[in-house]
């Protein structure tokens, strides 16, 4: 079963804007990966935050970690039309070895 | 980087038919192999986890039986769809777990499979 959750489902805006993802979860989690996934395309590995972490930068990704309330954001800055994808995010639960994903977040970028 | 390659990369069979999709870590040992199922504005599915010389572990309501996974070497997984129906067309996704690098798991590009 998914245990993560995120919000928006969708999102649409124009370019140069800031789009800011949210991903919820109920378990510990060693760390939470962001991936990225064009349609009907594989999965892109965007950025990995272990739970000591509170905060990660890469390029015009920041992500955030809050294990108090088990959550975690993602924001890209400056979009730019070919970060239109769907976003996911997955935890690697410290029960287990294995990724549990989120329901992922549609993103549209509009030139 | 870390490679990880499908085979194919999209079937068509038909109803009643097997398919068998590989997974193969290109240039890194993988202990544990991950089998994912995506359909369409969904997300990814765990199926099964696979384990090299042993027998694959299925997440609940995935028949064994129906997804049969072999996991015979370090570099290599396969999944085979048995008696497909049209309900098994899906993304299929494999992911590798490295063996030298317990948190770092690598994807493959997926496999369409589409049951006519």
């Known amino acids: 079963s998914q245990q993560g959750e995120e919000d928006p489902q969708a999102l649409s805006i124009q370019e140069g804007e800031n789009a800011t993802m949210n991903c919820s979860y109920k378990?510990?989690?060693?760390?939470l990966q962001w991936y990225r996934q064009n349609s009907g395309r594989g999965l892109v590995h965007l950025i990995l935050?272990?739970?000591?972490?509170r905060e990660k930068h890469s390029g015009r990704l920041r992500v955030t970690l809050d294990t108090s309330k088990k959550s975690s954001s993602l924001l890209i800055t400056a979009s730019r039309a070919a970060d239109t994808a769907s976003y996911f995010c997955?935890?690697?639960?410290?029960?287990?070895?294995?990724?549990?994903f989120g329901e992922g977040t549609q993103l549209t970028v509009n030139p | 980087g870390a490679v990880v390659s499908q085979h194919p990369s999209w079937v068509i069979c038909k109803s009643g038919t097997s398919v068998k999709i590989e997974c193969r870590s290109l240039?890194?040992?993988?202990?544990?192999m991950f089998w994912y199922r995506q359909f369409p504005k969904q997300s990814l599915m765990l199926m099964a986890t696979?384990?090299?010389?042993?027998?694959?572990?299925?997440e609940q309501g995935v028949e064994k039986d129906k997804f049969l996974i072999n996991h015979a070497s370090l570099t290599l997984s396969t999944l085979t769809v048995t008696s497909a129906h049209p309900e098994d067309s899906s993304f299929y996704i494999c992911?590798?777990?490295?063996?030298?690098?317990?948190?770092?798991?690598?994807f493959g590009p997926g496999t369409r499979l589409t049951v006519t």
């Open positions: 992911s590798a777990r490295d063996r030298g690098r317990t948190n770092e798991q690598y």
């Open positions: 378990t510990s989690i060693n760390n």
């Open positions: 935050i272990r739970s000591n972490e």
């Open positions: 997955a935890t690697d639960e410290t029960s287990g070895s294995r990724l549990t």
């Open positions: 240039d890194f040992q993988a202990t544990t």
């Open positions: 696979s384990n090299e010389g042993s027998k694959a572990t299925y």
